[in-house]
């Protein structure tokens, strides 16, 4: 009996669907894993009413992830050090930009023995330095973690309709109870398919950078442009995510981003049915403020593509690569410095010598 106590810290849109699958897991693994699983809630009032509260009571997270049932098993709970208490496995997963005030919190309250993984999409960028999600949060917190990345829309995961994803994982100590077998069956669902790997910097970076690719696939959307531009779009975005993932993390596996579910098959699901797609096709037919569009359109879930775009820009600037990478570029000019999106084809063709 392993006994092991699971956390989830995020509640948000694939917070609340990843909370599921993990509690369904903890439920029919008693061997390994306690059954209640802890879900942190950034706490707010729904209709004058906790939203912990109706989570508790109705078991559906009504504003992030409204007409799932939750099992019974998910508890959420409104204080983030009383939601990691005693846990042995924690699972990141919020908005990345939320994590520094949340790892600054927990920073020398949980044991160096507690495993992690992170489903968090983004990178943290400070000065003309940039760090994968997974080893932003072993550095703040001296734990190992992993991470998850596929192409797994969060509202059909949570109808349980068939999908695939990839856990990058290395067990950090030969000696760990957590090793690959646990982790697996923690995610992998009948519905939801785990595939675990060793690369954890390619399998983060596909997961953060598709996110920037997804807002172009919305610009051709805006423009009504069609099918062909769109895979155009997906073809230059793929190659701007390997050369990235090559030249400033060259650990990076190739096949990572071709074979995996996080890698090839997640550009294509991003650049039709997700917010980010959604985000950036809104963009270019009202030219509005994206952040105001963003508040408008997802109602509190957040387009990680916007601040990954900034955050993405800002390396590539103090590095001097900004030509390097014409379509990351272009989408961060669209968006903030008023950019035409029309004039995307002539910048990617101006560069198509450059691969
Ligand atoms: N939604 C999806 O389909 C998928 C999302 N992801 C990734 O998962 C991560 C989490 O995304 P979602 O769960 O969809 O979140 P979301 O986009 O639904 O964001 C809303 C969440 O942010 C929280 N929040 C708002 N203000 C906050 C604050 N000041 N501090 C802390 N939390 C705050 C809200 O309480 C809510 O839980 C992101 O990196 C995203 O890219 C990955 C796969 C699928
Ligand atoms: O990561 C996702 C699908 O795999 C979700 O993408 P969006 O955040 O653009 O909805």
Redesign the pocket.
């Known amino acids: 009996m392993l006994n092991l106590k699971v956390s989830v810290i ?6 609340s669907a990843i909370a599921k699958i993990v509690a369904e897991n903890a439920a029919e693994n008693r061997d390994m894993f306690e059954t209640d699983v802890r879900m942190w809630v ?1 706490e ?1 009032l729904v209709a004058g009413q906790k939203l912990t509260e109706i989570i508790n009571t109705q078991h559906e997270n009504v504003k ?1 992830l409204p007409g799932i049932k939750l099992p019974s098993n998910v508890v959420a709970v409104p204080d983030l050090l009383d939601a990691v208490e005693d846990a042995n496995l924690l699972v990141f ?4 930009q ?1 994590l520094p ?2 790892c600054s919190q927990l920073k020398g309250k949980v044991p160096s023995t507690v495993r992690a993984v992170s ?4 990178v943290e960028v400070s000065g003309d330095g940039i760090t994968i999600i997974a080893d932003y949060i072993s550095q703040e917190l001296g734990i190992y973690c992993g991470a998850l990345s596929g192409a ?3 509202p059909e995961v949570a109808q349980e309709k068939f999908s695939e994803t990839t856990i990058a994982y290395k067990v950090p100590d030969p000696s760990d109870s957590i090793d690959a077998r646990v982790v697996r069956t923690l995610f992998h669902r009948p519905y939801f398919h785990v595939n675990v790997v060793a690369d954890v910097a390619g399998v983060s970076l596909c997961g953060a950078l598709k ?1 920037i690719v997804a807002l172009a696939s919305g610009f051709v959307d805006g423009m009504a442009w069609g099918d062909n531009a769109k895979a155009a779009i997906i073809r230059r975005g793929l190659l701007e995510m390997t050369k990235f993932g090559r030249e400033f993390f060259p650990e990076c596996k190739a096949s990572t981003f071709t074979e995996e579910s996080c890698g090839v098959a997640d550009v294509i699901t991003s650049c039709s049915g997700g917010r980010n797609n959604k985000l950036g096709a809104a963009l270019i037919k009202t030219r509005r403020p994206i952040f105001e569009l963003e508040e408008e359109l997802l109602k ?3 387009a ?1 593509g916007v601040t990954t775009a900034q955050e993405v820009h800002e390396f590539l600037e103090r590095r001097g690569k900004l030509e390097d990478f014409p379509l990351f570029t272009a989408v961060h000019d669209i968006i903030f410095s008023g950019l035409d999106s029309y004039a995307l084809p002539q910048i990617l063709e101006d560069v198509e010598q450059k691969y």
Do not use: D, M, T
């Open positions: 995020g509640s948000g849109n694939w917070g950034f707010e992030y997963n919020v908005p990345h939320f005030r949340i489903c968090i999409k983004g797994n829309l969060a996110n509190g879930q957040k990680q």
